[in-house]
């Protein structure tokens, strides 16, 4: 993937229009998040130690040796105990669990599980089949979100509407799109319509998503999800739709609001508005840094540091076993460009407060600007003004 290395320079015309902010939250902060940064990406790269970039095969396989080994383990107790009282535990730690696989599918992905193409899509198919996610599909779009993160109309992730757009949707679309908890079990709608104002289909091998060459790829990974529906049917007859229900049905809605609780607050949340750019002064530094790190308490071990996810943007050739240590390095280069998560107790509950404000107050970006922050429908649903 190319990266851009260079320090955008930093146009005059319109600045006023441009560069207007959202109030600050009190006191004097002379700190601006979307001002050029005084560091190149290089330098970023050159501040990470050498064994950070190494992607050791077995290392990554006894990740998923073990995250397998709880799965089905996990699944013997359940049908053993079959105890309603304790099946909520077991979806809970289950639907984790998955949310865990698709991680390790997402570096399959990446590049960053092995160095072995073959390794990488063998792996990356069971894994992301298993919890119904077309591998290809998604691996493909998740790499034109990280090569345009932070662009308005580029970035393919919980993406800003302009404004235009966004007074053009309906009532019902702005109520699963902005209402809790409806937003957290959008995943199986982007896969199949992703974002609103965007077309395509994750499984569609003609989809704008994809390129004439990556076509074969999107059909064999469309096959192999379509192979895991017909399982599933298949279980379902045998054991009772119920049963499957429990066991797998459950945990996947759980795995859902793991994915886009996660990913949405990656890229929104922060206490003072990040930017979002346009045209000229968009790089993939400057997108890169308006992502956040996220401390997700006993959670982040289990989900492999997913929550370290500035430098994963930045770099995400970087196994996730080395995330942490190449961020301790690397944020004594990006200063204030790097934003310390808060820590979390083992439950992260302190991060239910920033992803509600966030949806009830992030709903639009101006249609014009190079340089723009959300914005609030003071209207929607008869919300009053979130500070």
């Not at 599980?113 to 089949?129: K, P, W």
């Not at 699963?176 to 994750?202: E, V």
Request: proline fraction near 7%; glycine fraction near 6%; charged fraction near 20%.
């Amino acid at each position: 993937m190319a990266v851009f290395s260079g320090i955008q320079k930093h146009f005059t015309n319109g600045t006023t229009e441009k560069m207007k902010k959202p109030a600050s939250d009190g006191g004097v902060d002379r700190f601006d998040p979307a001002a050029p940064p005084p560091f190149r990406i290089a330098d970023i790269r050159a501040a990470i130690p050498a064994h950070c970039w190494v992607k050791n095969p077995w290392r990554s396989l006894s990740y998923v040796v073990l995250d397998v080994l709880v799965v089905f383990s996990l699944m013997a107790v359940a049908l053993y105990v079959d105890n309603w009282i304790l099946w909520p535990l077991y979806w809970l730690v289950q639907g984790t669990m998955f949310w865990a696989l698709f991680v390790l599918g997402h570096d399959c992905g990446h590049g960053s599980f092995s160095d072995n193409y073959i390794l990488n899509n063998i792996v990356g198919h069971v894994l992301h089949s298993c919890i119904l996610v077309p591998y290809h599909g998604w691996r493909i779009s998740h790499r034109t979100h990280h090569q345009n993160h932070g662009h308005v109309e580029n970035d393919e992730s919980w993406v800003p509407l302009p404004e235009a757009k966004y007074k053009k949707l309906d009532y019902s679309t702005k109520f699963l799109r902005y209402k809790i908890p409806f937003p957290m079990f959008a995943y199986p709608l982007y896969l199949w319509y992703r974002s609103p104002g965007k077309k395509g289909s994750h499984f569609n091998p003609y989809s704008d998503l994809f390129r004439p060459n990556e076509r074969k790829m999107v059909v064999t990974s469309t096959m192999c999800w379509v192979t895991m529906v017909a399982f599933l049917f298949c279980m379902s007859t045998i054991f009772g739709p119920l049963l499957l229900f429990k066991l797998y049905g459950v945990p996947y809605l759980i795995f859902v609001m793991w994915l886009d609780t996660v990913t949405y607050l990656h890229h929104h949340g922060h206490e003072k508005q990040l930017p979002w750019y346009r045209g000229e002064e968009w790089s993939y530094l400057r997108g890169g840094l308006t992502t956040l790190d996220r401390d997700y308490g006993l959670f982040n071990k289990i989900h492999h540091d997913i929550g370290t996810h500035v430098i994963h943007h930045l770099f995400p050739q970087i196994p996730h076993y080395h995330l942490v240590e190449a961020t301790r390095s690397a944020k004594k280069v990006m200063g204030e460009y790097y934003r310390e998560p808060k820590k979390s107790g083992p439950i992260p509950l302190h991060l239910i407060p920033s992803l509600v404000k966030s949806i009830n107050r992030d709903h639009y970006v101006s249609d014009t600007g190079d340089v723009v922050y959300y914005q609030t429908d003071e209207q929607i649903f008869n919300l009053k003004k979130v500070d």
